[in-house]
């Protein structure tokens, strides 16, 4: 049972470029939450979606952040008009449900130059 | 709102020593409590997690943490360190929270060192 994968592994984007981070959850899970880790930092939440729903943007930047989980395919985490400060590493989890462990993948290390 | 403190940024043992890692948390309702483990340049590894019941919790790799409602903490320890174990550790904790999701939040992390 493959676990959490994310793709690309690592993502260099010269500013003003589109980051487009994916992930595919656990085999039967159909809760995703993506979450950004900045250097020295806790990882902090940004979404949490379920197939075609968003349940919970509370950690998302206003702008230039979107995020989806089709009813087919990997959940996408999309960011516009990369700056600098959006070099993180972005990691996404999954869950059976609402109230099982998060599950990690290996996360996707940004670098906007 | 939900927090967690690690209050120990680094943490240096000997290989064969006892440690313990501690963590702190602010939860409204019984929370749930999660340790991970992070390698360099790696994803996060579940060690154990305290959702009810006994609150002394056993984990992979020897780890074992204990839940103190009236501390309000879950400290992490581990009674002989390997060199295997160097990494940085996270507490976390989350709950059923308005609307359901049950998102974590994270400390920031407590990186453990281990000298041979």
């Known amino acids: 049972n493959a676990g959490v994968m994310q793709n690309p592994r690592h993502l260099v984007r010269r500013r003003g470029q589109e980051a487009r981070l994916r992930c595919s959850p656990m085999k039967g899970h159909s809760h995703v939450y993506w979450y950004r880790q900045l250097p020295e930092e806790g990882l902090k939440f940004m979404v949490y979606l379920q197939k075609e729903n968003i349940i919970d943007e509370s950690g998302m930047p206003k702008e230039r952040f979107s995020a989806e989980f089709p009813k087919e395919g990997p959940s996408i985490l999309r960011i516009q008009q990369v700056v600098r400060g959006d070099s993180a590493a972005y990691f996404c989890?999954?869950?059976?449900?609402?109230?099982?462990?998060?599950?990690f993948g290996p996360g996707t290390r940004l670098t906007v130059l | 709102a939900q927090s967690v403190t690690q209050p120990d940024i680094h943490i240096t043992v000997s290989e064969g020593a006892s440690l313990e890692l501690r963590c702190n948390y602010s939860y409204g309702a019984t929370p749930y409590l999660f340790w991970y483990v992070q390698s360099p340049g790696q994803g996060l590894q579940l060690l154990l997690k305290?959702?009810?019941?006994?609150?002394l919790v056993q984990g992979i790799k020897g780890f074992e943490a204990e839940f103190k409602r009236s501390q309000s903490s879950f400290n992490l320890r581990k009674p002989s360190v390997h060199w295997s174990d160097a990494a940085e550790y996270f507490c976390a904790v989350g709950g059923l929270s308005q609307g359901g999701s049950e998102k974590l939040v994270f400390g920031k992390g407590t990186k453990l060192t281990v000298n041979p």
């Open positions: 305290y959702f009810s019941g006994d609150t």
């Open positions: 989890a999954s869950s059976l449900d609402n109230t099982d462990t998060q599950y």
